[in-house]
Structures are given as C-alpha cells and as structure tokens.
C-alpha cells in the first residue's frame, strides 16, 4: 500500500499494528475528515466510517479526541454504531461509552471576552464558537481581504484579556485562534486512556498545534503521526499527508491483524 507518508523504519510498523492491545486516538478535523466551513458540515463519509468500524472489529481501542464541542461530536460517535471513548472539547468532556463527564463549572469568565469577540467578528463568514471552558473565533469563511484587521484586533483583545486571566492561554488554529485553560488539552485523552488500558500500546493521530499535547503525553513504545503539510515543528514520529491516507492507514492496520499485509510502501 503507497501513501503520502513519511514512516521512519518501517519494519517497525507491522509489529506495533498487529500487537495485542493498541489504543489508536484519532483526532476529527483535518485528520478523518477534511475542514469545512463549520463542522456541521464536516462530516465523515461511508469509507471513512466503514474504516473505524473494521479497526474496531478488529480489536483496536479507538478513542476520538477532538476540539469540537460535545454537541458536534456526539452525531459522529452516533454514526459508527460501536462502543468508543469520545473527548470533545480537548478533553474537558469525556464519553467511555455509556455517558458523558465533564468540568463542574461551565467558564462564564469567558462571557466578557466573548462579546468583545462577537463585536471584532461582525465580518461575513466569522464565527464564534464557545464552548464550556474555551472560546474560538473561526475566519475560513472569511474573505481575504476582511481578514487581516480582524485577526489583529481579536489577538489583541484575547491578550489583554489574558493578562487578568493567567491561566488561560490563546492557541492559533487553522483559520482560527482559540483561548482556552491550561489545564484544558488533549494530553488528557492519552493520561485517561492509559490508565484504562495500562498494557496497550498506542497510535495518535491529528493535524494541529492541539494534537502536539497527545504527542508530548506518548511513551516511548507509542507512535504520533501528524498529518498534513507543516513547517512548524513536531513531536510526532511520522506523518500522513491527508485525511485519505489516515483512511488508507486505517485499513491497512485491519489488514496487518488479519495477517493480510506485511510493510508499508513507502513513496519513491
């Protein structure tokens, strides 16, 4: 199987997809599925569904670990049909497969800031997206020439926010900046998860600086793969150039269990 990917030693590969317990955390947005302009238009397509719910029939714990708020996520779970742990939110919110757990407070320290937001994004195409302890102001709808004047105001109000709110921290996105608690990111998926399935070994997979905190929680034995094209540095090992080859790699860890496959292809 050819893909866009980079997969240092690959002899290593077929090993860590064919172990007893493998834990793969996969991120949503720009790794299972392409952006859009918001994520009720983001969905999955039969073929990738179709991959997550042979992983799992195989064997493989699958935990979705995503920035999208609870109720974004909750329609995507209810589509594989199969029992997995869900994290929205950057992990504030929590699914193990029978119910959601989540923070106690609900952050309305952000309502201030979340109107000055709403007032820098009157632009056509903004959107803000609140959720329960983090704010995200989103600008793919945006018109190029709309974008510069508000992306600077919205940084500026978010800092100066920040200076009176120290333990929140402003994130970029693609086409978006989020402030959100520290404490707050998707390295909780990998703690919460390893202490369900201490002996598994794990793959994470996604294409943003918020999926660097579930490479920087990986041990030695596990494996992060970014995906997409970056310059910015990275903690994952690996990398896949699209959300069609995060499919293709889904299908060839089924085919690797099934005894089915041996290495990957790597590209000339």
Same mark, same amino acid.
């Given at each position: ?44 397509d039969e073929d990738t569904l179709r991959a997550l719910r ?52 609900t952050g309305d320290e952000l309502d201030d800031l ?30 190029? !020439? /709309? ?6 105001? &919205? @940084?500026? *109000? ?5 200076? +009176?709110?120290? #333990? ?38 996604? !294409? /943003? ?6 490479? &920087? @929680?990986? *041990? ?5 793969? +970014?995906?997409? #094209? ?39």
């Amino acid at each position: 199987m050819k893909l866009a990917v980079s997969l240092p030693q690959p002899d290593r590969w077929r090993e860590l997809a064919s172990c007893p317990s493998l834990a793969l955390l996969l991120d949503v947005d720009g790794t299972l599925v392409g952006f859009a302009a918001t994520p009720e238009e983001a969905v999955l397509d039969e073929d990738t569904l179709r991959a997550l719910r042979h992983v799992i029939d195989v064997g493989v714990h699958v935990a979705i670990v995503s920035g999208r708020p609870r109720s974004a996520l909750e329609p995507l779970v209810e589509m594989l049909q199969r029992k997995i742990w869900s994290y929205a939110e950057h992990g504030a919110w929590h699914h193990d497969g029978t119910s959601w757990t989540g923070p106690q407070g609900t952050g309305d320290e952000l309502d201030d800031l979340a109107a000055t937001l709403s007032t820098i994004a009157d632009v056509p195409g903004a959107r803000i997206e609140r959720k329960t302890l983090s704010i995200c102001l989103h600008w793919r709808s945006v018109e190029p !020439d /709309d974008r510069a004047g508000m992306i600077e105001a &919205a @940084e500026r *109000a978010c800092d100066a926010w920040m200076q +009176a709110h120290l #333990h929140y921290e402003r994130l970029p996105g693609i086409d978006s900046l989020e402030v959100r608690r520290h404490s707050i990111n998707k390295g909780i998926a990998v703690r919460r998860m390893r202490e369900r399935l201490p002996d598994s070994r794990m793959i994470a997979i996604g !294409d /943003d600086l918020t999926d660097e905190d579930m490479f &920087a @929680e990986l *041990a030695e034995h596990d494996v992060g793969i +970014a995906v997409g #094209h970056h310059n910015r540095p990275s903690l994952a090992q690996a990398a896949l150039g699209t959300p069609i080859d995060v499919r293709s790699f889904l299908h060839w860890i089924v085919d690797c269990r099934a005894g089915t496959m041996t290495l990957l292809e790597l590209p000339a």
